[in-house]
């Protein structure tokens, strides 16, 4: 019965580099398909063990056996990325009537604006969802600001909304012995719609002004795709669990490009479609759960977690692969008197810790944390907090 069990592992790693095969036009970023949580952060990223809540959709299918029942009623999370309130002082300044040549030649300014890299995500207030009894369904939506860079004072703009649609089912193969082995498959779905524009630095001030006519008017394009994720869940003592998961098993995409978001409402022909997929990530965890003994009566549901994530990116897309040390995520939580969660761990390099309340319906989650937006870590590091309110009922 064991030797069954390693050539289910074995079949489901050459199941995980198949799609590598297939060439298509575009490759779409991996993020499409999550949404930045405080309590996933301040754990260093998603983690194949981890199998609680909500996230354990997109954490790992398997999970989702384990899971306790609950469902989500709604949820408000925002993200701001990048020196934000610097940027903003800059463009209070400059709408306060400052001398543009004294404004543009301050070396602070010119040190901020170079390379900059700022954003704003939400997500809801649509964050409906259930878990329990080895299935998990859930639809979200997000928006999104991103600003970067593309010149001494020029910056990139990039507004995004997208809708998530995620079902996985979850059980129990068979044992090794006394030792259970869950698996589980999730089926999902995107749909985002992206406007882009630039400003100079001058012209920031007066973004607010252009308003909706802004978005109606600048290029726009609709991307749709789905995907499968499969993975697997298992003990490898009384304290210690291992996960494997492959995300993006099959997950092809199709981007459809207009002129603006006012050709597209009145239903003009856009640019022929734009093909692509969302690379494979084939992601190992390990969690270690200790018991504390007399120290529950003020701790409980200590865990530490440990994944090598997108572990063949070098293979499934290497025109994006990064550094291994990118892709290593560390994190820890526990449970103080069964109302507060102290958090920390390591993402992407960088740091990262957070807290969360538990008032039953009710949960509160803050994060600080660190994301690298080059290929190598320490290169373009930037700093991120982000404060989320969930509604649940169990």
């Keep these: 019965m064991r030797s069954r069990g390693w050539v289910l592992l074995i079949t489901l790693g050459i199941t995980f580099t198949g799609p590598a095969e297939i060439l298509l036009s575009e490759t779409v970023s991996q993020k499409v398909f999550y949404l930045k ?8 990223g998603l983690h194949a063990t981890l199998s609680e809540d909500l996230s354990t959709i997109w954490n790992n299918p398997a999970g989702l056996y384990e899971a306790e029942s609950q469902f989500r009623i709604s949820e408000f999370t925002f993200n701001l990325g990048g020196p934000v309130f610097s940027l903003s002082n800059i463009v209070l300044r400059a709408a306060g009537g400052e001398d543009v040549d004294v404004l543009l030649t301050d070396p602070e300014v010119l040190a901020l604006v170079k390379g900059i890299y700022t954003s704003f995500d939400m997500t809801g207030p649509i964050s409906f969802g259930y878990v329990g009894k080895g299935l998990g369904f859930a639809i979200l939506n997000a928006t999104s600001v991103e600003a970067k860079s593309v010149g001494s004072t020029t910056f990139g703009f990039s507004v995004t909304e997208r809708v998530l649609l995620y079902g996985g089912y979850a059980f129990r193969i068979f044992p090794f012995g006394d030792t259970p082995v869950d698996t589980g498959i999730n089926l999902k779905a995107f749909l985002q719609g992206t406007s882009e524009f630039q400003r100079t630095l001058l012209e920031v001030p007066d973004l607010a002004k252009e308003g909706a006519n802004l978005l109606m008017n600048s290029p726009f394009s609709l991307t749709s795709g789905i995907g499968i994720d499969l993975g697997v ?14 995300r993006n098993l099959f997950t092809p995409t199709t981007r459809s490009d207009y002129t603006s978001l ?15 997929n969302v690379p494979l ?39 994006t692969a990064v550094n291994p040390v990118l892709k290593i995520g560390i994190g820890a939580e526990v449970q103080i008197l069964e109302i507060l969660w102290i958090r920390a761990g390591i993402f992407q390099g960088l740091l990262a810790f957070g807290f969360g309340l538990d ?6 989650n803050f994060a600080a944390y660190g994301t690298e937006q080059s290929i190598e870590p320490g290169i373009r590091p930037v700093f991120n907090i982000a404060f989320g309110l969930e509604i649940t009922l169990k």
Excluded: C, W
Excluded at 37 to 44: E, F, K, N, V
Excluded at 303 to 316: G, P
């Design 37 to 44: 949580s405080p309590r996933i952060a301040a754990l260093g």
């Design 233 to 246: 869940l298992f003990p490898l003592g009384e304290s210690i669990k291992m996960g494997i998961v492959g």
């Design 262 to 276: 006012d050709a597209f409402l009145s239903k003009e022909q856009p640019a022929p479609a734009v093909k692509g």
């Design 281 to 319: 990530d084939v992601s190992i965890g390990v969690q270690y759960a200790p018991s504390l003994g007399v120290m529950e009566l003020y701790f409980r549901k200590l865990r530490i977690m440990v994944d090598y994530n997108d572990s063949l990116d070098f293979l499934t897309h290497p025109a």
């Design 359 to 364: 008032y039953g319906a009710i949960k509160v």
